[in-house]
């Protein structure tokens, strides 16, 4: 083995959807001379390769670009052909979620008793690809009630990695007549 195979993204983290990231191989021999005119392919465990200049330039490099509609850790490999050998590179690369789209509310049931019944409230926030997105602060409040005490116990919660945020509706001691009185 006298040769060096290095590998790199440009950016290492990048945007789903929004942006790409370029992936260079090269190949250099022990004394540090590029190794020119060799066959390099280049896949990925999320996304797509675009743009591949699939042989060794006069600097020993080749390239890819990699797009991603989906967000998450891309394993990223890149095989060479040297010396009638695959010679098999991996490295990751982070692809980041859009920014939010999309907000989703769902409750587990729609109504509750009086005096401190309460009911899971979770907002789900996905990117323009529908990518969970995290780290989105969502803020709960109670618009309209029948104010016997009724209250959202965390009012502010922050989306986890899957993109949800829970909280809990708690009831006061007051009933009310309608079943949407709580918005």
């Known amino acids: 083995s006298g040769y060096l195979f290095n590998l790199s993204a440009d950016p290492a983290v990048f945007t ?4 790409s990231t370029f992936v260079t191989a090269q190949l250099i021999d022990k004394d ?10 280049f896949s990925s465990t999320l996304g797509e390769f675009t743009k591949v200049d699939p042989v060794t330039d006069s600097v020993g490099v080749a390239m890819g670009v990699l797009h991603s509609a989906g967000s998450g850790e891309a394993v990223v490999t890149v095989t060479a052909k040297l ?6 590179q991996t490295f990751s690369v982070n692809i980041a979620a859009a920014p939010p789209c999309a907000l989703k509310i ?38 309209s009630g029948p104010h016997g005490g009724e209250n ?18 708690y009831s006061g001691n007051i009933a009310s007549n309608e079943p949407d009185d709580v918005q």
């Open 106 to 143: 769902n409750a587990n049931r729609r109504t509750l008793l009086v005096d401190g019944d309460a009911v899971d409230v979770i907002a789900t926030v996905t990117d323009i690809s529908g990518n969970p997105v995290p780290d989105v602060l969502i803020s709960y409040t109670i618009l």
């Open 83 to 88: 010396d009638a050998q695959d010679v098999v």
């Open 32 to 41: 540090l001379n590029p190794i020119i005119g060799i066959p390099v392919s």
């Open 16 to 19: 789903a959807v929004i942006e």
């Open 152 to 169: 959202i116990n965390p009012p502010i919660v922050s989306t986890n990695s899957s993109g949800l945020a829970t909280t809990s509706i």
